[in-house]
């Protein structure tokens, strides 16, 4: 099972918005609303922002949010904050027989 | 509060045995599945595979299966990750995260274990 994919890199300033897509297949992004993102700063576990294509667990801020079109899911974030400065993970539910795919990763630098 | 607490780095040999563990408290253990997820240095995050705590039932990525065993013991609360026989391909961060009621996400983390394996 391929990795998801997403762009190695995005940048905004702060106050601006950004948008990280996460490209799979029929199998996994396109056939289950099954998405997740999560973020992680350096050192540290990841933590979930987004679930279902497009929840926010309690606690996590309304900057962000999430939409899915076909094989494609997008994670936005608004209002640029330094803290937002991190790396993106998306996941999908790829099946019974492969359960859990993961994107390769987006590192979102403020500017 | 819910917490996965995971054990300590360990650097290993080529070719030893190793098991790590997540225990979970704050919650009904075994009412979530738990996963285990790998970071090799500087790459991103990797599912392995995930159990069912109350009857230890498993999947595994295609990926990882057969190198790799997932286990757990319901009466102290942990999941543990074991290798037979340890690769230099082996170094990584490794985390435990608690799947959601439905198995759709991973809502707890582990702190992650950093496994070295380094002759």
């Known amino acids: 099972q391929s990795a998801l994919t997403q762009p190695a890199s995005v940048s905004g300033s702060p106050g601006q918005s950004i948008t990280i897509s996460c490209t799979g297949t029929s199998s996994d992004v396109g056939s289950y609303n099954l998405v997740s993102w999560y973020q992680q700063h350096p050192g540290k576990a990841p933590k979930l922002m987004i679930y279902?294509?497009?929840k926010r667990p309690s606690g996590v801020s309304n900057r962000f949010s999430g939409s899915k079109s076909g094989n494609t899911a997008s994670l936005t974030i608004s209002g640029l904050q330094a803290e937002d400065e991190a790396d993106y993970y998306c996941?999908?539910?790829?099946?019974?027989?492969?359960?859990?795919?993961f994107g390769g990763g987006t590192k979102l630098t403020v500017l | 509060e819910v917490q996965l607490v995971q054990s300590g780095a360990e650097v290993k040999k080529p070719g030893e045995s190793l098991r790590i563990s997540c225990k979970g408290s704050?919650?009904?253990?075994?009412?979530?599945?738990i996963s285990w997820v790998r970071q090799m240095p500087g790459k991103g995050l990797e599912w392995m595979g995930r159990i069912d705590p109350s009857d230890s039932y498993t999947n595994y990525s295609p990926s990882f299966q057969g190198h790799v065993t997932i286990s757990a013991d319901k009466s102290i609360s942990t999941a543990y990750l074991q290798w037979s026989s340890l690769k230099a391909s082996d170094t990584a961060m490794y985390y435990c995260?608690?799947?959601?009621?439905?198995?759709?996400?991973?809502?707890?983390w582990g702190q992650g274990t950093l496994v070295t394996v380094s002759s």
């Open positions: 704050g919650y009904s253990f075994t009412s979530y599945w």
């Open positions: 996941c999908s539910y790829a099946g019974s027989s492969t359960f859990r795919v």
């Open positions: 995260a608690r799947l959601n009621i439905g198995g759709e996400f991973l809502d707890y």
């Open positions: 279902e294509v497009s």
